[in-house]
């Protein structure tokens, strides 16, 4: 393609291409759902359109727990088949996009009336090395309870039988969902954000596309598509009910919460996943400087669109930590940031949110709209080739075309393209030399090649331009001025929430960069006055609300 359809200075002629044909197929949802299948669809030839309402990533694809399971959960459901999918998946994931998918330690300690025994645990994670195809390097060990106190000295001693070690991926939820778009995009797929769809389009009693808001410029068109996937997350049935199919089966939502502390508030030797009394388990996790707890299960009845941590997540989290690390003690004061996220999981009668599948299913409505609900994050490329399997087979069969079985696992993600897995150290050492600067550390190319992978060079030689000596306020620059051009970022909070993190990890970094990057941005896109003032307000209201359950009587 001529145009990059993703940089923010280009929106109008990506809505005009929206606009001037009819594609194959209309993508409504810009989470991970929703770009696993614009790029699939869009790297077996079909014409894609991708929209979504808010900013790519903004609901469950930015909140999760950051993890690409392998499926351990599903072994005490005896679901062997997904272990052995989501654990395959796991594995291509790494290989496809490195820079943000790491291999880190995870500790499973056992303790007295725990929901997994010595003998269950070795079994059931044995079975899962094997079903999963973990490379042998990376098998489970089976801890002694001196051994897990030394891996882990802060466990509490008196209920601690033992534990596992075992590999689980780290990854940024939101980060991955933008190198899928962005491939998707290189791959010919038009996608935008900040474009709702206000009302689905029909023919003959089919859909045929969809009305759109443009929530940046206040305008609205239209786009004609041949088939129509809704991919809207937590949003699905709000989609079918405009499409008048709200009919049997319905989402059920629940809200997970995740809490951020200092490091040195809870310095934990590896990442844990532990039991709670009430039989659920938990999950904290060492990022860099921060350390992160999560998450809680509860089924969720509010606002989609703004989940909150209430004081009793809160208070059920710093619970749990705090009975499984008696010497840490941690307080609401503690913490440093929070998020909420919805779970859009397929309501069972009489079961509980914990209970509740996290299965994907396709509904298919009489008037051809295809709506995928459920599923996990390690999951979306499955999920993503077998709705795209379906729109293929009515396509050929309809119009005679034809198109490519998906390899969307043979698809390096953007940013991934290192020579080789072990590379990414080799690399960071070449972007060091290229910065040549003594204000630059090497922590601080590292921070970026986790988030962008090979695209970092490029922000080097952004923050080089006019021969100028790389600083951090030139870097910080140009990593905004990247975004801007090439990851769809149209405001303050995309960049510090989706594209980098920084709200949920470097909260107080913030208070040095924020005045910095608004002037800049304020120039780069023109703003108004009244624009200027938006911003900053939703900018302020993002900011208080990660610790707002300090404040609320909830």
């Excluded at 003959?204 to 239209?222: L, R, T």
Aim: glycine share 8%; aromatic share 8%.
């Amino acid at each position: 393609m001529t145009t990059n359809t993703l940089s923010v200075f280009s929106r109008k002629n990506t809505i005009s291409l929206l606009t001037s044909q009819t594609f194959d197929l209309l993508v409504i949802g810009g989470g991970i759902t929703g770009a696993g299948i614009a790029l699939d669809a869009a790297s077996r030839g079909m014409k894609v359109a991708l929209i979504e309402k808010n900013d790519f990533a903004f609901g469950t694809s930015s909140r999760s727990t950051k993890l690409i399971h392998g499926g351990l959960r599903y072994l005490k459901q005896l679901e062997f088949g997904l272990v052995k999918e989501v654990g395959r998946e796991r594995a291509i994931v790494y290989k496809n996009a490195p820079h943000i998918v790491h291999a880190e330690n995870m500790l499973l300690p056992i303790v007295e009336n725990g929901s997994l025994g010595r003998t269950t645990t070795a079994l059931g994670l044995s079975m899962y090395d094997w079903l999963a195809g973990v490379r042998f390097s990376e098998w489970k060990q089976m801890l002694t309870k001196f051994a897990t106190k030394k891996k882990e000295p802060l466990l509490r001693e008196d209920i601690l039988k033992g534990g596992a070690l075992y590999k689980e991926y780290r990854t940024d939820d939101a980060r991955l969902v933008i190198e899928i778009m962005k491939t998707a995009a290189q791959n010919g797929a038009i996608c935008l954000n900040y474009a709702e769809a206000v009302s689905l389009v029909y023919q003959e009693g089919q859909v045929a596309g969809a009305e759109v808001k443009d929530k940046i410029e206040d305008g609205s068109f239209a786009i004609k598509a041949k088939k129509v996937i809704n991919a809207a997350g937590p949003w699905v049935d709000e989609i079918r009910a405009k499409d008048n199919s709200l009919k049997g089966k319905k989402l059920h939502l629940t809200k997970g919460v995740h809490l951020v502390v200092p490091y040195e508030k809870l310095p934990i030797q590896q990442s844990a996943y532990f039991d709670v009394p009430d039989g659920r388990m938990i999950f904290v996790i060492p990022r860099g400087k921060i350390t992160y707890i999560g998450t809680t299960d509860t089924s969720y009845y509010d606002s989609i669109d703004d989940p909150q941590v209430s004081k009793t997540d809160v208070a059920y989290l710093l619970t749990a930590v705090n009975y499984m690390f008696p010497t840490i003690q941690l307080t609401s004061h503690d913490i440093t940031s929070s998020w909420a996220g919805l779970r859009p999981l397929i309501h069972e009668e009489g079961k509980g949110p914990s209970e509740l599948s996290r299965k994907d299913e396709i509904f298919v409505s009489p008037s051809g709209l295809l709506s995928m609900a459920g599923g996990k994050l390690t999951g979306y490329r499955k999920m993503a080739e077998r709705v795209v399997d379906m729109v293929a087979g009515q396509l050929e069969s309809a119009e005679g075309l034809s198109y490519k079985k998906c390899f969307t696992d043979e698809i390096t993600l953007s940013g991934g393209d290192f020579k080789h897995l072990d590379a990414i150290d080799e690399f960071t050492e070449l972007q060091m030399m290229k910065a040549a600067s003594e204000k630059i550390t090497l922590g601080d190319i590292r921070n970026l090649i986790d988030r962008y992978g090979t695209n970092t060079e490029k922000i080097i030689l952004l923050a080089q331009k006019d021969g100028k000596q790389v600083t951090p306020e030139s870097l910080l620059f140009a990593e905004l001025q990247y975004c801007l051009e090439e990851e769809a970022v149209t405001n303050l909070n995309d960049f510090f929430i989706r594209r980098t993190g920084k709200l949920y990890f470097e909260r107080e970094q913030l208070t040095w960069e924020y005045p910095l990057l608004k002037n800049k941005i304020e120039t780069l896109l023109q703003w108004s006055d009244s624009q200027k003032a938006f911003n900053a307000q939703e900018f302020e209201k993002e900011y208080d609300a990660v610790l707002s359950f300090l404040n609320h009587h909830n």
